[in-house]
């Protein structure tokens, strides 16, 4: 499942690859927008979420069209999953299961926003909003920069919550590292190099991720691992897994904090670029994973 919008999905770069493996595997692989109401997705034997990347733009018509899709068992990940994971305010879930997570404070209002400002603990303070993609009203500032309160009084406009953490200076040099995960088993994972810079702006004045792939480090992994045992269990705790089984897919994004330690960022467990090229077998992962969910597999 995609989208129409194709300023959205201009630079989607794991859709060759991906068309390329489920031709090799003989499944017919469909690109359905979520916008088109013609479309009987009942129709399809199995429908895999990747990229409605105007779903931001269009928050309420997707929430609505997901949510008139709850019954459907076709959709991977699972509708429940995704309306839980669109909100980032599921990093506070995770981190009450164990899981390392940037600090991360949710303001809902300006005396928030000033409070968890002023106590973050470093110089410069990341802000965004709780639903974003794309680094959309993102920003790093210094602490006391009147541009951060701006921003934070453009998220709340909107009606978000506020995400303020301290800026972990180590990504600047290291980057972050995300990992793929497959049926629940680490698949590849990639660098992807800072994207924001001083000020609320944008590293070379716009957004360009550079990616390159890499061996993750264990203790990296070990996070990973953590985040992906805790959203599965909270998953199926839930209803929206069966108790044996997996996510289809899940990408789980980890910086460094300025103490060294590995943190998550984010999980994201639909419609996540898997950056395909990094890793020659990953297409193909990435459709047995789907084989397996296919009826009579």
């Given at each position: 499942m995609t989208t129409i919008d194709h300023d959205a999905i201009h630079d989607d770069?794991?859709?060759?690859?991906?068309?390329t493996a489920f031709a090799d595997s003989g499944i017919e692989l469909v690109q359905v927008p979520w916008e088109d109401r013609t479309v009987d997705w009942d129709s399809f034997d199995l429908i895999v979420?990747?990229?409605?990347?105007?779903?931001?733009?269009?928050?309420?018509?997707?929430?609505?069209?997901?949510?008139?899709?709850?019954?459907?068992t076709t959709i991977h990940n699972s509708v429940s999953?995704?309306?839980?994971?669109?909100?980032?305010?599921?990093?506070?879930?995770?981190?009450?299961?164990?899981?390392?997570?940037?600090p991360t404070v949710f303001a809902e209002s300006m005396e928030q926003f000033q409070v968890a400002a002023a106590s973050a603990g470093s110089s410069e303070i990341v802000v965004k909003p709780s639903v974003s993609a794309g680094s959309r009203l993102t920003g790093r500032f210094a602490v006391d920069d009147a541009a951060a309160e701006e921003l934070a009084s453009q998220i709340l406009a909107k009606g978000f919550a506020v995400m303020?953490?301290?800026?972990?200076?180590?990504?600047?040099d290291q980057g972050e590292i995300g990992t793929v995960l497959f049926d629940g088993v680490v698949s590849h994972s990639f660098r992807k190099a800072a994207l924001l810079a001083e000020g609320g702006e944008l590293?070379?004045?716009?957004?360009?991720?550079?990616?390159?792939?890499?061996?993750?480090?264990?203790?990296?992994?070990?996070?990973?691992?953590?985040?992906?045992?805790?959203?599965?269990?909270?998953?199926r705790e839930s209803g929206w897994l069966a108790a044996n089984e997996e996510l289809l897919y899940g990408r789980y994004d980890v910086i460094r904090l300025d103490d060294g330690s590995p943190a998550l960022l984010e999980a994201e467990l639909f419609?996540?670029?898997?950056?395909?090229?990094?890793?020659?077998?990953?297409?193909?992962?990435?459709?047995?994973a789907v084989v397996r969910r296919m009826p009579n597999s």
């Open positions: 770069v794991d859709l060759p690859f991906q068309v979420v990747r990229s409605p990347w105007n779903y931001v733009d269009r928050l309420d018509e997707f929430r609505h069209w997901l949510y008139e899709r709850r019954h459907m999953l995704i309306e839980w994971n669109i909100d980032k305010r599921y990093l506070a879930d995770l981190a009450e299961r164990g899981v390392p997570i940037v303020v953490q301290p800026f972990a200076s180590r990504i600047d590293v070379g004045g716009e957004y360009r991720e550079e990616i390159s792939g890499v061996v993750a480090s264990d203790d990296v992994l070990f996070v990973v691992e953590v985040a992906s045992i805790a959203a599965t269990t909270i998953a419609e996540p670029c898997f950056f395909l090229p990094t890793d020659a077998e990953a297409p193909h992962r990435f459709v047995d």
